[in-house]
């Protein structure tokens, strides 16, 4: 059964940086599409950022130029670099993966996901 775990929420200031990871279990081959989404309270949940394991990327216009996604798949773990944290960037932040996924644009467009993690809650304060 595919597990996916989230670490490295937290409490930050304005202006400070965190660094979520995502460890994928319990699947064979390669997870293609991946991607970390966001729902803040009383929001609908949002794409924060995608990354196919054909190496594209993508990331909301929101979060550009702040947020990075990446990929170690040798550890089947997703990761999301943040910086430059915003108060509007406080949620939680769910991971999510699905190997059926074959391209990369279509990858970046989607917004159903075979697997979800738990979620990680982030906390920006001004």
């Known amino acids: 059964q595919v597990q996916l775990v989230e670490s490295g929420g937290g409490s930050v200031q304005a202006g400070g940086s965190l660094r979520l990871s995502c460890a994928a279990s319990?699947?064979?081959?390669?997870?293609?599409?991946m991607g970390w989404f966001r729902q803040a309270p009383g929001k609908e949940r949002e794409v924060v950022a995608t990354?196919?394991?054909?190496?594209?990327?993508s990331s909301a216009d929101s979060v550009k130029g702040r947020f990075t996604i990446s990929r170690d798949n040798a550890k089947n773990t997703l990761y999301l670099q943040m910086n430059s944290l915003k108060p509007e960037d406080t949620a939680m932040y769910y991971c999510?993966?699905?190997?059926?996924?074959?391209?990369?644009?279509?990858?970046?467009?989607?917004?159903?996901?075979?697997?979800w993690g738990q979620g990680t809650q982030v906390t920006v304060s001004s």
């Open positions: 990354s196919h394991s054909d190496g594209s990327t």
């Open positions: 999510a993966a699905d190997p059926r996924v074959l391209l990369g644009w279509a990858c970046h467009r989607r917004s159903s996901f075979m697997h």
């Open positions: 319990g699947y064979t081959g390669s997870m293609s599409c």
